[in-house]
């Protein structure tokens, strides 16, 4: 059998670069599953919201995307999540919303980690994470980061993405339910756009070191998306 010379070298480099991504693989973080900095995440409350005692022994970082079903679960907010109940992802149901509880009674420092990976161009509403996001962020801006982190993940309608429940006008629909939020103030930071920049800001720095969501670390380590798991994690 006779091979091209051209046809020779093509192979060459095609199996090369099938190696070099095997095992050099550049847009793998070499973090995602090992421990994190969590400073970064603990110090800078305007990009990282967080409930508990700032001086809390253990500290429990979730990264998650608004649109994600499984974080939903891990939420324990949604009305659907109990058609979940008995399969391989229940442990994950109310693993974050404990998280959050334990930080409401002093336990834990519980930081969260919006994340936007989730936007699909090339779908009609494919910037629902993005804009999910910025909501989170302008509520934030008014001290209201959890109250809309809550009732964001109420109002999920289902285990979907990018079917129009997170536009800019059904998260304005959202808001209202959220006591003390000046609402004027809330719809002009979304429908500006004012805090894309923390979106994208938090977005790099979480896809460096997590490739999915939820992810959850304890004390810089990461854990199973399980409430028993981030308990046995503390001991």
Same mark, same amino acid.
């Given at each position: 059998?006779?091979?091209?010379?051209?046809?020779?070298?093509?192979?060459?480099?095609?199996?090369?670069?099938?190696? @070099?991504?095997?095992?050099?693989?550049?847009?793998?973080?070499?973090?995602?599953?090992?421990?994190?900095?969590?400073? %970064?995440?603990?110090?800078?409350?305007?990009?990282?919201?967080?409930?508990?005692?700032?001086?809390?022994?253990?500290?429990? %970082?979730?990264?998650?995307?608004?649109?994600?079903?499984? $974080?939903?679960?891990?939420?324990?907010? *949604?009305?659907? %999540?109990?058609?979940?109940?008995?399969?391989?992802?229940?442990?994950?149901?109310?693993?974050?919303?404990?998280?959050?509880?334990?930080?409401?009674?002093?336990?834990? =420092?519980?930081?969260?980690?919006?994340?936007?990976?989730?936007?699909?161009?090339?779908?009609?509403?494919?910037?629902?994470?993005?804009?999910?996001?910025?909501?989170?962020? $302008?509520?934030?801006?008014?001290?209201?980061?959890?109250?809309?982190?809550?009732?964001?993940?109420?109002?999920?309608?289902?285990?979907?993405?990018?079917?129009? =429940?997170?536009?800019?006008?059904?998260? %304005?629909?959202?808001?209202?339910?959220?006591?003390?939020?000046?609402?004027?103030?809330?719809?002009?930071?979304?429908?500006?756009?004012?805090?894309?920049? =923390?979106?994208?800001?938090?977005?790099?720095?979480?896809?460096?070191?997590?490739?999915?969501?939820?992810?959850?670390?304890?004390?810089?380590?990461?854990?199973? *998306?399980?409430?028993?798991?981030?308990?046995?994690? @503390?001991?």
């Amino acid at each position: 059998m006779k091979i091209k010379k051209s046809v020779l070298w093509t192979f060459v480099v095609i199996i090369l670069i099938v190696l @070099f991504f095997l095992f050099f693989n550049p847009f793998k973080s070499s973090t995602s599953a090992g421990a994190i900095n969590q400073t %970064i995440f603990t110090s800078n409350p305007d990009l990282y919201p967080s409930l508990g005692p700032d001086n809390a022994k253990n500290v429990v %970082i979730e990264f998650s995307d608004f649109q994600c079903p499984y $974080c939903a679960l891990a939420s324990g907010l *949604p009305s659907w %999540i109990n058609q979940f109940e008995g399969t391989p992802y229940a442990s994950m149901i109310n693993a974050a919303g404990s998280a959050e509880q334990a930080a409401q009674q002093g336990q834990i =420092k519980f930081v969260f980690v919006t994340m936007n990976f989730l936007d699909n161009p090339s779908s009609t509403n494919g910037t629902e994470s993005t804009y999910a996001a910025e909501a989170g962020f $302008c509520a934030n801006d008014q001290g209201k980061f959890w109250q809309m982190h809550d009732a964001i993940y109420k109002a999920s309608t289902g285990p979907t993405e990018d079917d129009g =429940k997170y536009t800019k006008a059904n998260l %304005i629909k959202i808001a209202q339910g959220i006591s003390g939020l000046d609402m004027t103030k809330f719809t002009n930071c979304l429908n500006s756009d004012a805090d894309i920049l =923390k979106v994208q800001a938090s977005e790099t720095t979480a896809i460096s070191l997590i490739t999915g969501t939820p992810s959850f670390f304890v004390n810089g380590n990461p854990v199973q *998306p399980s409430w028993a798991a981030m308990q046995a994690a @503390f001991k």
